[in-house]
């Protein structure tokens, strides 16, 4: 501090005089502000003793309308030294008498039409004004016939405050001054070790190794001592160490530059014109161009004017010190537009003025085109959900929906608002008779991360109703499985027409049993006939035979 004395001693009496002095100070003020205060509320107690004192006087003449002997009270009553006015009034304000008591003179009492503002309650009230104390006291005799108003002066008050604060003062002054004395006394040896080893560290550089005796010196200064001992012994050491240290500086400078010519990001550095100072060799590869043939060139020669107007403000943002990541669009040496994404921070000087801006380029051409493509393959998965006749959910791992698509909405007479983030248990839907069940083979579904088919079916109002769900896990870059797309086909008419088939199929099995048992039946029949009809047939051979042969015996 330059209002501080340069000597370490003087500057400790001077500090200490202060604070002694500040604190002397403060005692003075605290006491005579209690003193005033214990003052001040015994005279509100003894004002208000008379007030009341001299309202039942006031009231007793009022009753007997004896004014003389009102008007010889008041006077009486205002020759006290600390009574400075005594005003007697009707409830309506109207001034009966009027006693004025000036420093040095007599009361005088005085009438007039003069109208007063007495208080609105019929009780006491004290103000406290600049120097003096006005009490309105009312006059009563079984009812209210009056106030009395009555100004003290404060003067022996404020009187008692400058006496206590005068001798206040006083006495820290007093005790600053002998404070300081002793305070000279004891540090002027210690300042005088101060003084010797002020000395002897001047001479540290030339007289490397030097000693200093510390013995019979206190504490502190023989701790300084042995300070500066060691330091004198350590200074070479110190020294050399300095020297590896540059030569370390230097090699670590060899590195970082051949860290910024080998690094896969290009690194540009401009001044505070945006003039060029330092491309790396990869910078200058992203642009085709040669370092050499960037280095001088300004910042705004490698874009359009709309990027020049970017740039611009880009650099405001630098010059305030904020430091943040951005894409944006150069034009490479063949005219070609190319997109890059920036690490940009500014570059202040040892006086923390603005000197320029460096930034980290990556080339993200590519990985935009492939982000476009991305975007234009989403919006197109998008397009076929969204005007899908299937019901198709997407969860996430807990099992919390995070996009289903208008089919959902349509058969659930729900928006998507009121379903996502909330699992298939935690609201009511179409699916609500086997959410539970559904549920289980979803989680285990993507705890394998296997393609799942799971045929749901229930009946509702009488009638059966049929899903065919189709639960496809989806993972992340790292293989992790991250959420799951459920694919729901209603399929209750299938079902019901199968169901049909296979009723009509047992019919006509039936049928079939039927017609083939009485074919079996017929079969038998004739089976019997035909066996009947050759046993005749045989035996009419026999008997033709038997003929014969008695046709030839004869």
Known sequence: MSFLPQRLHAQIILIVSCILLITGIISGWITARNQTAGLLAAKRADASIMARNFAESCAHHLLVQDYAELESFLVKAAESPDIRRLQLCEPDGALVWDVVHNPGEQPLAKTGLTRLAP???GSAVIIQETGRLVIWQPVMAGNLLGWLKADFSLSAIREAHTRTWRKSLFLAMTWVACSSFLIVLLLRPIARSIENLTAFSKQLDEHKGAQISVTGQSLEISELGK????ASAKLLSTEQQILAEREQLRKSEENYRRLLVTIQEGIWVIDTEAVTTFVNPRMAEILGYTADEMTGRNLYSFMDDHGRQVAERNIERRKQGVKERHDFEFIRKTGERIFTRLETGPIFDEAGEYAGSIAAVADITEARKASMQLHASEQAFRAVVENSPDVIVRYDREGRRIYVNPEFERVNHLTAEQVLGKK????STELAPMAELFTEKLM??????AVTKIDLSWVKDGRPVCWYVRVVPEFDAEGTVVSALTIWSDISERKQ???EIR????ELEQRVRER???LEQTNEELHKL?????GRELRMIELKEQIRELEGKE
């Open 530 to 534: 035909n066996r009947l009809f050759v």
């Open 497 to 499: 027409i199968e169901e």
């Open 503 to 506: 009723r009509l199929n047992e």
């Open 424 to 427: 298939p248990v935690e609201l």
């Open 516 to 518: 083939t048992a009485e």
């Open 119 to 121: 208080p609105g309650s």
């Open 227 to 230: 300070s500066l001992n060691e």
């Open 444 to 449: 285990v579904a993507m705890e394998f991360g």
